[in-house]
C-alpha cells in the first residue's frame, strides 16, 4: 500500500531543520511500507496514485493556504486516507479550539478573539495578540494595549512561564516528552521525565481532539503557581525533535508509528 509522504524539504524553520527529520523518518518508515516523497502543493495532483497520504513537515499552511484547502476538499470528496485525518479540531482547525477550551474550564492559557472583551482575562501588564489564522508565531505582539477586529485575533495574558514542555503521542499512546529549560531559547530542547499529572493533563487534550489514528504534540508552560497550562494543541503536522532523543525512544517512535499507519491503512 504505497504512502504519498507530503513533506516541505526547503521550509527554513527557525531553530530547526524539518528536512533531517524527515530524510530520517522516511528512510526508517521505508524499511516497512512503500512511500514516496512530494512537496504539499503537489499533493492534489499526485494523491490519486496512492493509497494513502501522510502528511508531516510541510509548512505553516498559511503559506500555501489555497492549495491546501484544495488538497482538504479533494481528499474528503474522494474519500482518500490522510495522516493524521482530516477531522483533527486542535490546530488542522485553526486556534477556534483555544477559545472553546477556555469556554469549557481547561487548563489553557485564557483566550479571547475581541479586544473589547478583555476584562474577562485575567489582568496582565501585558497581552500576546496574534492572528487567529496565524501559526509558527507569525504576526505574534507583546503589548499592554491590545488592539485587533473582534474574530480576528486572539488576546491572551502574557504568561511568566518557568519553561515550555512538549508532551508526543502516536494515537492515543504517549511516546516521549521535551522541554526547554531556558524560555528565551525555546528550540534548546532536552528529554523531559514527565509525572503521572503531567500525564493525565497531556492526555485529557488527546482525548479531548478524539482523533483515532496520528500524531500529536501538546504543547505546555509551567505557570507561576505551578501548574501546566495548554499553549498549543499541534495535530496537523507537529515537529517532533526527533534527532534529539535517544536511540531507543527513537526506534520505539518508529515503530508506534508504523504500527499505527498498517492500522489506518487496514
Known amino acids: 500500500m504505497p504512502l504519498l509522504y507530503v513533506t516541505d524539504l526547503a521550509y527554513p524553520a527557525r531553530g530547526r531543520r524539518y528536512c533531517d527529520e524527515d530524510i530520517f523518518l522516511t528512510s526508517r518508515l521505508r524499511e516497512h511500507l512503500p512511500l514516496a516523497l512530494c512537496h504539499p502543493r503537489d499533493a492534489v495532483a499526485l494523491m490519486p496514485g496512492f493509497d494513502a497520504v501522510v502528511v508531516r513537515n510541510s509548512g505553516p499552511v498559511l503559506h500555501y493556504q489555497e492549495a491546501y484547502d484544495a488538497f482538504r476538499a479533494a481528499a474528503l470528496a474522494a474519500g482518500t486516507r490522510v495522516y ?3 477531522c483533527g479540531r486542535g490546530d488542522m482547525a485553526g486556534k477556534q479550539y483555544l477559545l472553546d477550551l477556555t469556554a469549557a474550564g481547561y487548563p489553557v492559557i485564557p483566550t479571547i478573539d475581541d479586544p ?9 501588564a501585558e497581552y500576546a495578540v496574534k492572528p487567529k489564522q496565524g501559526a509558527d508565531s507569525i504576526g505574534l505582539v507583546f503589548t499592554a494595549d491590545p488592539q485587533g477586529p473582534a474574530g480576528e485575533v486572539l488576546v491572551q495574558p502574557r504568561v511568566d512561564f518557568a519553561y515550555e514542555v512538549s508532551f508526543d503521542f502516536v494515537d492515543d ?3 516521549y516528552a521535551l522541554y ?8 534548546e530542547l532536552v528529554p523531559y521525565e ?5 500525564l493525565d493533563f497531556a492526555r485529557a487534550f488527546i482525548a479531548w481532539n478524539t482523533l483515532d489514528h496520528g500524531i500529536q504534540r501538546v504543547d505546555a508552560c509551567r505557570a507561576p503557581s505551578g501548574e501546566l497550562l495548554l499553549v498549543e494543541l ?9 534527532d534529539l532523543l535517544p536511540p531507543a525512544v527513537q526506534d520505539a517512535f518508529v515503530t508506534a508509528l508504523t504500527a499505527s499507519l498498517r492500522s489506518f491503512l487496514h
Open 173 to 175: 499512546a504517549f511516546q
Open 116 to 124: 473589547a472583551r478583555l476584562a474577562e482575562l485575567p489582568r496582565a
Open 234 to 242: 499541534e495535530d496537523l503536522n507537529p515537529y517532533l525533535s526527533l
Open 84 to 86: 493524521n485525518p482530516l
Open 180 to 187: 526547554a529549560p531556558d524560555p528565551a531559547r525555546r528550540w
Open 194 to 198: 514527565p509525572t503521572a499529572a503531567d
